[in-house]
């Protein structure tokens, strides 16, 4: 549900430092040898992404803050109303926004 701004490849999850992340190599493997044009890699945390995309959505939690904690239920609630939207996130390093899906 995430897609890289850059590259428009899904990004793909990972563990760094024991927290959920996401990154985008732009197709770079390491079988492959670095090319000196590839943009830098991109890294995303779930948790601060979840944040924003909850405040943005109105689901700001306790007192008006998100929570900072590894919150599933919120993920998860996240990841359905992107579902639900046909909208995906696209994440440029600078920023995310929400991108409409066509049908497929």
Not at 13 to 26: A, D, F, L, Q
Not at 39 to 57: A, C, F, G, M, N
Request: charged share 35%; net charge positive; hydrophobic share 30%.
């Amino acid at each position: 549900m995430i897609h890289c701004g850059v590259c428009d490849r899904r990004l793909d999850s990972h563990w760094n430092h024991g927290r959920p992340t996401y990154r985008c190599r732009h197709g770079h493997t390491s079988t492959q040898r670095a090319d000196h044009e590839r943009p830098k890699t991109l890294y995303i945390r779930e948790d601060d992404l979840v944040d924003q995309i909850s405040i943005r959505l109105g689901d700001e939690g306790i007192a008006g803050h998100a929570k900072t904690e590894l919150d599933r239920p919120r993920q998860r609630r996240v990841a359905a109303v992107l579902r639900e939207s046909g909208k995906i996130i696209v994440y440029d390093g600078a920023g995310w926004r929400l991108k409409e899906i066509g049908p497929s």
